[in-house]
């Protein structure tokens, strides 16, 4: 018998808005998504997955590599294989499924990253209802890389928020947050300057807001590490962040310390 259940919040982006008017593709990071997905289920815990149309997420080609699982190749087929053929990742149901019924049977809560989330994930009004849930209930709740702009869908106005970001408006940004569950709390994202070497390297363009910077408008306490692409993760009560693809490990091993501690309190 499964210690617990843990929800997975997929994106449904594939692609993000850019400066100037273009768009770049991006989806959801592979290894991002299987090295937690793996370590619940190793650990004990059942995993659903679910995402805002109910279709499975696209996975970022850039994260389909190697490089990405500490250069193992063997560690990458594996999570291709999870990630093809685990029942886990593939019967996906729609948040509004989820919510309908009830989100009292969930242990806890987790968001990969890759870029997607900064689209539709927050923003998503359903988004905001589960993130409410698992906050007055102090629940575990985790966030990878760009996984963490996900908690602004909590906002009482996160579509609105998401609009000034794009037009550069900070003030009304700032205005619109209020009232946000997580502002004063510690937390991690990628970094402003992980994300200028992306721009220049991949996308080769600017993005319209850095991830940071918009945490911060809300009145997030955002915390990033000394060094670039090096694991960091901050836990502050019931929330859990990691700052990039390498954190995968060490948030995994956090969510799961969370809920077998939250399960022995119970």
């Keep these: ?31 991002e998504t299987v090295v937690p997905a793996m370590a619940l289920i190793d650990a004990g815990y059942d995993v659903v997955l679910a995402t805002p149309d109910g279709t499975k997420p696209h996975i970022d080609e850039l994260s389909d ?39 009292d049977g969930y242990a806890g809560l987790f968001f990969p990253g890759g870029h997607a989330p900064a689209v539709d994930l927050m923003q998503d009004a359903e988004v905001g209802v589960i993130l409410r849930h698992f906050h007055e209930r102090a629940k575990p709740t985790a966030l990878l890389c760009h ?67 918009a945490l911060r408008i809300a009145g997030g306490e955002v915390i990033t590490g000394a060094a670039d692409f090096e694991p960091h993760v901050i836990v502050d009560r019931e929330l859990i962040t990691g700052q990039n693809p390498r954190s995968d490990h060490p948030i995994a091993a956090a969510l799961v310390e969370a809920l077998d501690r939250a399960l022995i309190a119970a």
């Design 1 to 31: 018998m499964a210690k617990g259940t843990v929800l997975v919040i997929g994106s449904n982006a594939t692609r993000i808005e850019l400066q100037g008017g273009g768009w770049a593709p991006t989806g959801q990071y592979l290894n």
């Design 65 to 103: 590599s190697a490089g990405h699982f500490g250069g193992d190749e063997a560690a990458l087929a594996q999570a291709r294989a999870f990630w093809a053929n685990d029942p886990a990742m593939n019967a996906v149901r729609t948040l509004g499924e989820v919510i309908a019924e009830g989100l």
């Design 147 to 213: 996984g963490p702009i996900a908690v602004a869908a909590a906002m009482p106005h996160a579509r609105e928020f998401r609009a000034a970001l794009i037009a550069g408006d900070t003030a009304k940004a700032a205005e619109w947050a209020k009232g946000w569950q997580y502002a004063g709390y510690r937390m991690t994202v990628f970094s402003t300057s992980e994300e200028k070497i992306v721009e220049d390297n991949v996308l080769h363009a600017q993005l319209y807001f850095y991830m940071p910077d």
